[in-house]
């Protein structure tokens, strides 16, 4: 005699539940891809925090010296300043750029998708460092004929005099977009006129400094 149903099912498929055939399982195949040499999104190769000895930030230039060319320098919070487009050879990175107390790192490598950071403590040199628009011209005063340097010149310019030293040297700063015109006179030789040009844009290093060598004449 078989087995009563109820519903159906038997009483061993009451207890114990119904067979495994009933249901559908429907298995989707994980989808893996790998990551290996992917750097992360938006990673930069370098980051500067510049501080003083407190710890505070400082916001002072931070610019990139390299054979490849020009880099850029995002200042992304106060102090804070990263360099995202690095390559394979090593750069200079000058904190504090015109500045008698910047500081220097020296041939800094990136790595693909790593940040290298690295903290500058910079010190005023008992002096508040300010960031100013001007270029700066020094000026070589040179004898025409023995090339040898001219002591003590005068440039004149603007009813202004500025000095040079016992090697002929003196230091112009004129402003972005200014060009000074002047003389320099020293007894014994021919004036000689001099136009010191600072473009409103500098574009290089060599368009904020740079040397400007002049000779000058003796008298007959």
């Given at each position: 005699?078989?087995?009563?149903?109820?519903?159906?099912?038997?009483?061993?498929?009451?207890?114990?539940?119904?067979?495994?055939?009933?249901?559908?399982?429907?298995?989707?195949?994980?989808?893996?891809?790998?990551?290996?040499?992917?750097?992360?999104?938006?990673?930069?190769?370098?980051?500067?925090?510049?501080?003083?000895?407190?710890?505070?930030?400082?916001?002072?230039?931070?610019?990139v010296?390299?054979?490849?060319?020009?880099?850029a320098?995002?200042?992304?919070?106060?102090?804070?300043?990263?360099?995202?487009?690095?390559?394979?050879?090593?750069?200079?990175?000058?904190?504090?750029?015109?500045?008698?107390?910047?500081?220097?790192?020296?041939?800094?490598?990136?790595?693909?998708?790593?940040?290298?950071?690295?903290?500058?403590?910079?010190?005023?040199?008992?002096?508040?460092?300010?960031?100013?628009?001007?270029?700066?011209r020094l000026?070589?005063?040179?004898?025409?004929?023995?090339?040898?340097?001219?002591?003590?010149?005068?440039?004149?310019?603007?009813?202004?005099?500025v000095?040079?030293?016992?090697?002929?040297?003196?230091?112009?700063?004129?402003?972005?977009?200014?060009?000074?015109?002047?003389l320099?006179?020293?007894?014994?030789?021919?004036?000689?006129?001099?136009?010191?040009?600072?473009?409103a844009?500098?574009?290089?290093?060599?368009?904020?400094?740079?040397?400007?060598?002049?000779?000058?004449?003796?008298?007959?």
């Amino acid at each position: 005699m078989g087995a009563t149903k109820i519903n159906g099912l038997s009483a061993r498929e009451r207890l114990y539940g119904a067979p495994m055939n009933k249901f559908l399982f429907v298995l989707l195949p994980l989808v893996v891809t790998p990551a290996y040499g992917q750097p992360p999104e938006g990673r930069c190769s370098l980051r500067v925090s510049v501080t003083d000895r407190s710890g505070q930030p400082r916001d002072i230039p931070v610019t990139v010296q390299a054979a490849d060319g020009e880099h850029a320098v995002a200042r992304v919070s106060p102090g804070v300043y990263e360099i995202c487009d690095l390559g394979l050879a090593a750069v200079d990175i000058l904190v504090g750029k015109g500045n008698a107390c910047a500081v220097v790192l020296k041939n800094v490598m990136a790595t693909l998708g790593v940040t290298l950071d690295r903290r500058v403590i910079f010190e005023p040199c008992g002096r508040e460092y300010m960031a100013e628009a001007i270029c700066r011209r020094l000026l070589r005063v040179t004898d025409a004929t023995s090339h040898r340097a001219v002591p003590n010149p005068i440039f004149e310019f603007d009813g202004k005099q500025v000095r040079g030293d016992q090697y002929g040297r003196m230091m112009l700063t004129p402003r972005f977009g200014e060009t000074i015109h002047g003389l320099i006179v020293r007894e014994g030789y021919t004036p000689a006129s001099v136009s010191l040009e600072c473009k409103a844009r500098p574009t290089s290093h060599e368009d904020e400094e740079s040397e400007v060598g002049v000779p000058i004449s003796r008298l007959p």
